[in-house]
């Protein structure tokens, strides 16, 4: 059978170190194929270009030295294995690479032919097995998550069926229910709702820890959303004798995060809060700005409960940790909400962590983005770290033409999000968060780094797919409107972020002088129905 030729790639500077070893290789048994290059940069570029079966590395090289190469090469070709040809016999040295990945340490002076090319073999045979057991973890993995997703969602059917059965006995439609009856079908419907809470997680987490979980930012008041989450926890915080207490700052800014995705955040700490508290304690949820980072909002959940052991702290937010000594006579969580948090949390750029001592309550925060409407646009007005020369505001406004909206104007708004997102150039437009007037009126900003001859051809894309939507057609007006954006950016002396900054002002202004300002407000959260 012919024997297949092994690619090798020679990072050597020195050219009589760089014959030996090609003589070595030659003069081995089975086919063999040698690139020899002299700088570390040269190698990463051959490495871009082909997948060599190995590569002979030199550590000190001219743009490179120790350590730092193979660590580079390793980097750059994480699937090549890598043999080191080393001038010193450093044993440290060998230690460390070979715990970093790098499958062989050999000194140049004492290699004999046979060394070399049993070396190069073990090191792709065990480089292959490597790759096979990390595909077959990650299949595993998938595996679970798959079957985990797949269970979860067939449980939610029959439990959907027993919720709505034990609704319709308790609301008597099935005849009188007495008393006692009520109350055992009470703990029923808890036990149920409780199992909900559980698969929903179940399917968050698995969402999360496969790379599915995703969030659509908006510009949203927070302020709005903890008193949204202080109402519907209400019930629950009263039922145990908990207060429950809102402190936002006043000042607070708009902050650039999914609705949705916060509100689940603030329901799992207020949640856990009561949970963890004893009667008479409190619950108190904060949100503010700290004057060292203006760029982030702080959230934090406050409670006088029972507190969380130094070790806890460093598991908490790990999946299905679960707190022996933590006290919740309903063990009613599966360990996964504080998980599902601090993948959010991630999700969003912003950091999750909890502070406390054991018996003198937690307090649990996180850091969401200050809404900048500079921070947005920065990627997509400059090129080459200039400022691009003309700019359009683009404004599309959907009106509804029953009052109030009909439908489910919360999906509606996502397609014409959507929509829009489609029609322009991301790497050079970019659609602003939404806003909601009141009625139900929505309008979407675009600012294009365009003129008004190539908009025009842009708006006149958007309006053509928005009436091909035929529930926006006949629910809704449509107005669409552009005007270009005056801004002189040859400021002198201005850095290109203040220019960018000035270009935001520029738009904002723009934006609230072209809206009723009395009507005009970020996007209100909107309560989940389920
Ligand atoms: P669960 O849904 O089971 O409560 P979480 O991920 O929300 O799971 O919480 C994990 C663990 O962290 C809890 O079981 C508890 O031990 C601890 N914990 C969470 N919040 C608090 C809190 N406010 N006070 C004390 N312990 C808490």
Redesign the pocket.
């Known amino acids: 059978m012919e024997q297949k030729t092994t690619q090798v790639l020679l990072i050597e500077d020195n050219p009589g170190d760089a014959d030996l070893v090609r003589l070595r290789l030659i003069e081995s048994k089975s086919p063999v194929s040698v690139n020899c290059v002299s700088r570390l940069s040269e190698g990463l570029a051959a490495l871009t270009r082909e997948t060599p079966s190995v590569v002979l590395l030199d550590l000190n090289l001219p743009d490179s030295h120790g350590a730092e190469t193979f660590r580079r090469v390793m980097e750059h070709a994480p699937n090549v294995p890598v043999v080191v040809l080393s001038g010193q016999d450093d044993e440290a040295l060998a230690i460390k690479a070979v715990h970093q990945g790098v499958q062989d340490y050999l000194i140049k002076g004492n290699i004999s032919s046979k060394h070399l090319e049993r070396s190069i073999r073990y090191a792709v045979e065990r480089q292959a097995l490597l790759r096979a057991l990390e595909m077959t973890q990650k299949q595993q993995l998938d595996f679970k998550n798959q079957f985990l997703s797949h269970v979860s969602h067939e449980l939610r059917t029959p439990l959907t069926c027993i919720h709505q059965y034990v609704t319709l006995l308790l609301d008597g439609l099935a005849g009188p229910v007495a008393p006692d009856q009520a109350d055992h079908l009470k703990t029923v419907l808890k036990s149920v709702n409780q199992l909900h809470a559980m698969i929903r ?1 179940l399917l968050e987490a698995t969402r999360a820890e496969s790379g599915k979980m995703r969030i659509e930012p908006r510009c949203i008041a927070l302020g709005e959303l903890i008193q949204q989450t202080v109402a519907m926890m209400r019930p629950m915080a009263d039922e145990k004798k908990v207060g429950l207490e809102i402190g936002v700052d006043q000042r607070l800014p708009l902050v650039h995060a999914d609705p949705d995705r916060v509100l689940e955040v603030l329901i ?2 207020v ?3 009561i ?3 004893p009667a008479d304690g409190a619950v108190l949820v904060q949100a503010c700005v700290v004057e060292a980072d203006p760029s982030s909002v702080y959230i934090s ?1 406050t ?1 006088t ?4 052991s130094p070790e ?1 702290k460093a598991l ?2 790990e999946r299905l ?6 006290v ?1 006579n309903n ?11 601090r993948e959010i949390v991630r999700l969003h750029e912003g950091r999750i962590w ?1 502070s ?1 001592e054991p018996g003198q ?2 307090t ?1 925060t996180f850091t969401l983005p200050a809404y900048s409407l500079a921070k947005l646009l920065a990627p997509v007005v400059t090129k080459n770290d200039h400022l691009r020369t003309s700019f359009v505001l683009v404004r599309v406004e959907l009106t509804p033409l029953f009052v109030p909206p009909r439908g489910n104007w919360k999906e509606t708004w996502r397609q014409g999000l959507e929509i829009l997102r489609r029609c322009v150039y991301l790497d050079k437009d970019l659609v602003l968060p939404p806003m909601v007037t009141a009625g139900g009126a929505g309008t979407f900003f675009v600012v294009c780094s365009t003129d008004m001859t190539q908009s025009g051809i842009m708006t006149a894309r958007i309006r053509e797919q928005l009436e091909r939507v035929a529930e926006l057609k006949a629910k809704y007006s449509l107005t669409i409107m552009a005007a270009p954006i005056e801004f002189s950016s040859a400021t002198s002396g201005q850095t290109l972020e203040q220019q960018v900054q000035a270009l935001a002002s520029h738009v904002t202004g723009m934006i609230t002088s072209s809206m009723d300002r009395k009507q005009l407000r970020p996007e209100k959260p909107i309560q989940n129905s389920n």
């Open positions: 997680d799992n700490l949640d856990n809060g949970k963890f508290t959940v409670d409960g029972c507190g969380i806890s908490i937010f940790y679960q707190d022996v000594n933590a919740d063990r009613s969580g599966l360990g996964l909400g504080l998980f599902i948090c909890v406390g309550g937690s649990f």
